[in-house]
């Protein structure tokens, strides 16, 4: 009996201790930090208590992660960003990442619908930023990482990650550039306010799910001219394959009709692939391509370089509109801007 009773008790203080104890470690000026290591100062930010969506609401606004903290008259450095460490946070509107966080984990920045700005400061040895991109590429690899609403992709990236959009709702047009390879699972996955994709000349293979519960497509384009492979038959939503557009290279049809998975889409159109693509946005210059021109607006007399895909300057000047021969990838120099146009 009193071994009963000795039993219940120890039961009853287990469960009130866990319900007040957090998974966290500490907290400094309202980040949540777990310890990594005692030895080396080390920590990573997380999320306050036991799981990523008991507390959505603590992180909020603009989030400067600091490169480290002091506790308890100790120095801590910030090496990690946790898995699912802001997910779920909707009013959540920008982060910036120290040069001393080196490892980021899983879904950390999923459904964050409001995060409109990510940087990683300059000197990262890691993780960068580049093109203030507003998004997280893996330096070494050139692979995307994490994205948000406002992300442009570098030219420079081969690759997009596993989820690095995951739940990004408010997300409506995403341009794949021409050197991305793969992209990975789930890397739109639930992205509903998703209406138009652009997927480059040299994306091959796309992984499944890969825009799984984005039901809102209306167009796809398609610019290579060989079908990518597709990890399974749901890289797009049945509504999707069944009602959007699926623009494909003028001759190429036939060739996505009698394709694994592309077959699958009731609306394939033909089309010319002449577009531009900016690496900055400028709302003050407009560059265009019309009848085989470049066409510049807005340089107010700058001048305008014009370089082909081996780096070659082939124009110097500062006409508004630059005739080009032979159709192909051109990069257009314009002050501090730079554009990719694609004849």
């Known amino acids: 009996m009193k071994q009963n009773i000795l039993q219940k008790l120890m039961l009853i203080a287990v469960l009130l201790t866990g319900s007040h104890a957090f998974a966290h470690d500490f907290e400094v000026d309202g980040i949540y930090y777990n310890i990594l290591s005692e030895n080396d100062r080390t920590i990573e930010v997380t999320y306050k208590g036991n799981t990523y969506y008991e507390f959505t609401d603590d992180?909020?606004?603009?989030?400067?992660?600091?490169?480290?903290?002091?506790?308890?008259?100790?120095?801590?450095?910030?090496?990690?960003?946790g898995d699912e460490t802001f997910r779920l946070c909707k009013d959540l509107v920008s982060i910036t990442i120290p040069n001393s966080v080196t490892s980021i984990g899983y879904y950390v920045f999923a459904e964050c619908n409001e995060l409109s700005s990510i940087i990683v400061?300059?000197?990262?040895?890691?993780?960068?930023?580049?093109?203030?991109?507003?998004?997280?590429?893996?330096?070494?690899?050139?692979?995307?990482?994490?994205?948000?609403?406002?992300?442009?992709?570098?030219?420079?990236?081969?690759?997009?990650?596993?989820?690095?959009?995951?739940?990004?709702?408010?997300?409506?047009?995403?341009?794949i550039p021409d050197a991305v390879i793969e992209i990975y699972d789930n890397a739109f996955l639930s992205c509903t306010g998703l209406t138009s994709v652009s997927l480059g000349t040299s994306v091959n293979f796309i992984e499944g799910d890969a825009f799984s519960g984005c039901d809102n497509i209306a167009k796809i384009y398609c610019k290579s001219t060989t079908?990518?492979?597709?990890?399974?038959?749901?890289?797009?939503?049945?509504?999707?394959?069944?009602?959007?557009?699926l623009y494909v290279p003028t001759g190429c049809k036939s060739t996505y009709k009698s394709a694994d998975f592309w077959s699958n889409f009731s609306n394939i159109e033909e089309t010319e692939f002449s577009t531009i693509e900016t690496t900055l946005t400028d709302n003050s210059m407009n560059v265009y391509v019309e009848n085989g021109n470049i066409v510049v607006n807005?340089?107010?007399?700058a001048n305008i370089e014009v370089y082909n895909v081996n780096g070659q300057c082939i124009y110097n000047g500062m006409g508004a509109i630059i005739s080009m021969n032979i159709?192909?990838?051109?990069i257009v120099k314009i002050k501090d801007k730079t554009f990719k146009v694609v004849l």
């Open 227 to 245: 079908p990518p492979t597709t990890g399974n038959t749901k890289v797009f939503p049945q509504k999707v394959i069944q009602h959007a557009t």
């Open 121 to 175: 400061e300059k000197g990262n040895p890691v993780f960068d930023s580049r093109d203030n991109c507003n998004a997280i590429i893996a330096t070494e690899v050139n692979k995307l990482k994490f994205g948000c609403r406002n992300t442009v992709i570098p030219n420079s990236v081969i690759s997009i990650g596993g989820s690095a959009f995951h739940g990004c709702q408010k997300l409506t047009t995403i341009s």
């Open 327 to 330: 159709k192909g990838i051109y």
């Open 298 to 301: 807005g340089a107010d007399n």
């Open 59 to 81: 992180y909020s606004g603009y989030i400067v992660i600091p490169e480290a903290v002091t506790f308890n008259n100790n120095i801590y450095t910030i090496v990690s960003i």
